[in-house]
Each structure stands twice: as C-alpha cells, then as structure tokens.
C-alpha cells in the first residue's frame, strides 16, 4: 500500500511543480494528500513545506520524519485531528492564529487513541488542544509558544472533557499555562517547562497523577483546585516568585498526595487552602522545601493534613498561617527542621524532645497584610528578638512535631 502512496505523491508533486511560485516559496497540499491516502496507511512525507491548516478524521500516520513543516495560514489550528488513531510524527507545526476565543492552536484533538510524538511545534498561540480526547499519547514533543506578553499567550497543553490520556517527556517554553479542566484520570510525566505562567492548573480533574515533571521561572508551580486524589510525585520545581509565587497549591482538593518533590526559590513552598477534616485531609510526605520565603503556608480551616518526613531547609519563615487556628489539626511527625534545637542522645535519629514552632511579632505580618512591606527588616527582627527574650504578647504555637528527624 505505500507504495501507491509514493506514486501519489510523485504525481501530486509534477502536477505542482508545473505552476510551482517562485524558488523558495515552494509549498506542497498536504489536505490532497490526506484525501488521497486509504484509512489505516502510513503517509511518509517528503523533506519540504505543506500548507495548513488540515483536517484528518480518519485512522492515519503521517510521519514527516524531522524534515517536513506543516505551516499554518495565521488563521486558527494547524492540524485538526478528529475520529480514531491517527499519529503526527517527526513534523515541524507551525503558524497558528492568535485568537483564544477559537483556541488557536498547532494541534487540536478530538476522539480516542491518538498519538503525538517527535514533532517540533513552534509559533502557535496554543501547542496541544485536547478536546473530548481520550486514550491518547502526547510525547517527545518541543512546543513553543508565540512571542508574546505572558497573559497573551496560550496554553503549551490544553485539555478539556478528556480522560486516560499520557502527557510525558514533552519540552515547553514560552506558554502560559498547562491546564486540565473537568479532564479525570490522566498522567502527566517527564515533562519540562520553563517561562510560564502556571506550570499545572488542575480544574474540576480529580486522579491526576502529575510526576516527575521540572518547573522553572514560573509564577506559580502546580495548582490543584476542587479536584480530589491528584498525587503529586518526583516533581522539582524552581524559581515561582511572580503573581503569588508557590510551588505547590492545594485548595479545596481532597485525599490528595504530595510526595517526594522538590521546591526551590518560591515565595511559598506548598500552601494548602482546603476544609476542616475530614475533608480536604492530605498527605504531604519526603518532600524538600528550601530557600523558600515562606517553607508552608496553612489558610483557612484547621486542616487535618498529615506532614511526614519532609525537609524543611533555610526558608525564611518556616511555616506560616493566616490566622489562629489555621491548620490546628494538622499532623507533624519524622520531619527535618533546620532551626530545631534539641538533641539526640541515644542517637536513634530522632529528637529528645518535639519540635515546637512559635509565632510571637512575626505573627504582625500574617494578621495585619500591610505590614508585610517591613518583613524581615531589622526594625522588625529587632522587635521580633525582643519579644522572645520577654514577651509582651501571647505568643501562637503553629505546630509540634512530636519525633523530629535530625539531620
């Protein structure tokens, strides 16, 4: 069968080349290709430019085998991919509009088992659009978004209405966001992106698995809203200091895990927002959180959380709260905490005695905002210091880890 395809294509190729444009403007149709090919071949493209946008709905491999571009018109989606297993491979995307009321993008999929593999997708507005997609697989790509203000640009990956799909060993850059609304039970592995906004924004998506994924020079790392069981696992993020600044969010998310990650340079590591036990309980254990402002922020109810055997490494502040009371009945236990004082004289690993985190002046920031603007400077240090030698308030006790792990 493929090589009728060939033929095909030779012939396409003389028709063309008898009205061909001037030398270096030499385009060929990829849409007549794609008509012309049987359902269930394989399309293997010869090195050169094709003209989007296309639409494939029927099973298809197109391989362009990392020397032919399929270049957009400026106008809406490149490719559009409808129907079932149908495969991009080894493609140069690019060219996509820029409205994001049409979600422009270099790739938009629609319906079950497809794949998206080695392709280079660059100057779109959106990378990869999942639209009622499923049994998909996203992987191996290098997208990158058009040169754009941060709040103008779309999405590296967009997925809406879709579930068991694989987002893995993808490279992004230059994006806003990679987002996932009312999208359950999808994996999102591997993956690195640099210059964004949101490195993950889980909407309405419960059972994400989201691991081993590397986030740098974002606003914001991970945000899991209103989705439950999301696991957090192996994921390093880095450098989240813009527009909030925290690696790891959690609000109103319950029965999620947060495990093994690290978080360098945010403003905050992890804050959690969520409701009173037992809803909302989650399990944030092995994790590092260093160099942080702020190592975690507690908001809201009295939690119920469960922190096991994290580190807790130069933060500014270690933990903080939005008031008293919030995160009362979280559970401490196994953790490393570098401004712990005690000792270990049977030399089991853990301290004589527990771990006790105090708010006294330091408290002035976290319950009146304005005066965060005097944070760490030493008029306010100085009044901090004074009021640990000979309180003149009642100071706030904000956790006990009752077995601290020494270093």
């Known amino acids: 069968m493929r090589w009728r395809l060939w033929i095909a294509l030779l012939l396409l190729s003389t028709a063309q080349a008898d009205n061909a444009p001037p030398t270096g403007q030499t385009q060929s149709s990829l849409q007549a290709l794609i008509d012309a090919a049987p359902a269930g071949s394989t399309l293997q493209l010869a090195p050169g430019t094709y003209t989007g946008p296309v639409r494939i709905a029927k099973p298809l491999i197109i391989d362009g085998g990392g020397k032919a571009e399929v270049r957009g018109n400026g106008h809406g989606t490149v490719i559009s991919v409808s129907g079932h297993h149908i495969t991009l491979r080894g493609l140069r995307i690019a060219g996509s509009g820029e409205l994001h009321d049409s979600v422009d993008a270099g790739v938009l999929l629609e319906g079950q088992s497809h794949l998206i593999e080695d392709n280079q997708i660059e100057d779109v507005l959106f990378g990869v659009h999942l639209r009622q997609a499923g049994h998909s697989v996203v992987r191996n790509n290098h997208i990158t978004g058009k040169v754009l203000e941060l709040g103008m640009r779309g999405d590296a990956v967009r997925a809406w209405n879709s579930k068991e799909n694989r987002i893995e060993n993808n490279r992004f850059e230059r994006a806003r966001d990679i987002t996932f609304t009312n999208a359950p039970d999808n994996l999102v592995a591997d993956n690195r992106f640099s210059d964004g906004r949101y490195g993950m924004q889980v909407i309405f998506s419960p059972r994400l698995h989201i691991e081993r994924n590397h986030f740098s020079n974002m606003g914001t790392g991970i945000v899991v809203l209103y989705s439950s069981d999301v696991v957090l696992s192996g994921n390093h993020v880095e450098h989240a200091l ?166």
């Open 242 to 407: 813009t527009g909030g600044g925290a690696g790891i969010v959690f609000k109103e998310s319950d029965s999620g895990v947060v495990e093994g990650n690290t978080v360098l340079h945010c403003a905050v590591g992890i804050k959690l927002d969520a409701p009173p036990e037992p809803i909302g309980v989650l399990t944030v254990r092995n994790n590092r959180f260093a160099h942080n402002i702020i190592g975690a922020f507690i908001y809201g109810e009295a939690g119920g959380h469960r922190f096991e055997s994290n580190r807790f490494e130069n933060n500014l502040s270690t933990v903080a709260i939005s008031a008293a009371g919030a995160g009362a009945a979280n559970i401490w236990r196994d953790n490393v905490w570098d401004e712990y004082q005690g000792f270990d004289r049977n030399h089991d690993g853990i301290g004589d005695t527990p771990h006790e985190l105090w708010l006294y002046a330091d408290r002035i920031w976290m319950e009146t905002p304005k005066a965060e603007f005097f944070r760490n400077t030493p008029g306010f240090e100085l009044l901090d210091f004074l009021e640990r030698l000979a309180p003149f308030s009642l100071p706030y006790r904000v956790l006990r880890d009752t077995a601290p792990r020494m270093h």
